[in-house]
T-cell receptor, first 114, second 113 residues
Framework: EPEVTQTPSHQVTQMGQEVILRCVPISNHLYFYWYRQILGQKVEFLVSFYNNEISEKSEIFDDQFSVERPDGSNFTLKIRSTKLEDSAMYFC????????????FGDGTRLSIL | GENVEQHPSTLSVQEGDSAVIKCTYSDSASNYFPWYKQELGKRPQLIIDIRSNVGEKKDQRIAVTLNKTAKHFSLHITETQPEDSAVYFCAASKDSGYSTLTFGKGTMLLVSP
C-alpha cells in the first residue's frame, strides 16, 4: 500500500536557524497538509495546499512558515527562524480529495529546537 | 471554527472488555468524522470514519456511531486486545479529502491482559 514518506525522522536545530521538513505524498494525491503535534497534545492543523497554492492555514502558520512543492513529488515545510516552541512532531498528510477520500499521514518528523 | 472535545483522556480496560470513546463537535457544517489510532512514536492511522448521512458504521470489532442532532460521535471497540492499546483521536471536518481535520485531544487506551 502506498505511503506518505517524511524525512528526516528527527531534526535537531539551534534556535534561530532555518529548517526544512520534507514529505513525499502518495503519488496520485492532490491535496497536501502539514499538521503538528506538541508532545502529549493533540494534532493541530497548520496548512493545506492544493493546485500549487495554499488553500487554508491556521493561526499557527505565521510568516515564519512557508510551504512549497518544488517538483512533482516533494512537499516541504520551511520554518525560517525557529523558536523553542516550534519543537514538536510534524506530520505531512495527503488525500485524493472528494467524498470518502481520507487523509493519509506520514510517520512524522520530530523537530527539536535547542 | 470547529472545536472537538474528546472523553475520556485515559481509559483502562481488561482484555476482552469493550471500550467506548466519545467526542462532541461544535460546527453543524461538519460532515465527516474519522478516527485515528496512534501508537507511540508512530503516525496517526485511520481506523474508521463516518459521514453525516450515516448513523452507524461497523468494521469487525470497531464501530462508530453518530448523532448529528446532538453533535456527538463515539468509537466502540469490542473484545479488546492488548494490541488495541494506543492513543485514539477523533476528528471532524467539512469534507474528507480536502477540508482540514480538527482533532480531539486524544484518549490513551490501555488494554491489560
Amino acid at each position: 500500500e502506498p505511503e506518505v514518506t517524511q524525512t528526516p525522522s528527527h531534526q535537531v536545530t539551534q534556535m534561530g536557524q532555518e529548517v526544512i521538513l520534507r514529505c513525499v505524498p502518495i503519488s496520485n494525491h492532490l491535496y497536501f497538509y502539514w499538521y503538528r503535534q506538541i508532545l502529549g497534545q493533540k494534532v493541530e492543523f497548520l496548512v493545506s495546499f492544493y493546485n500549487n497554492e495554499i488553500s487554508e492555514k491556521s493561526e499557527i502558520f505565521d510568516d515564519q512558515f512557508s510551504v512549497e512543492r518544488p517538483d512533482g513529488s516533494n512537499f516541504t515545510l520551511k520554518i525560517r527562524s525557529t523558536k523553542l516552541e516550534d519543537s514538536a512532531m510534524y506530520f505531512c498528510a495527503s488525500g485524493l480529495g472528494g467524498r470518502d477520500q481520507p487523509q493519509h499521514f506520514g510517520d512524522g518528523t520530530r523537530l527539536s529546537i535547542l | 471554527g470547529e472545536n472537538v472535545e474528546q472523553h475520556p483522556s485515559t481509559l483502562s480496560v481488561q482484555e476482552g472488555d469493550s471500550a467506548v470513546i466519545k467526542c462532541t463537535y461544535s460546527d453543524s457544517a461538519s460532515n465527516y468524522f474519522p478516527w485515528y489510532k496512534q501508537e507511540l512514536g508512530k503516525r496517526p492511522q485511520l481506523i474508521i470514519d463516518i459521514r453525516s448521512n450515516v448513523g452507524e458504521k461497523k468494521d469487525q470489532r470497531i464501530a462508530v456511531t453518530l448523532n448529528k442532532t446532538a453533535k456527538h460521535f463515539s468509537l466502540h471497540i469490542t473484545e479488546t486486545q492488548p494490541e488495541d492499546s494506543a492513543v485514539y483521536f477523533c476528528a471532524a471536518s467539512k469534507d474528507s479529502g480536502y477540508s482540514t481535520l480538527t482533532f480531539g485531544k486524544g484518549t490513551m487506551l490501555l488494554v491489560s491482559p
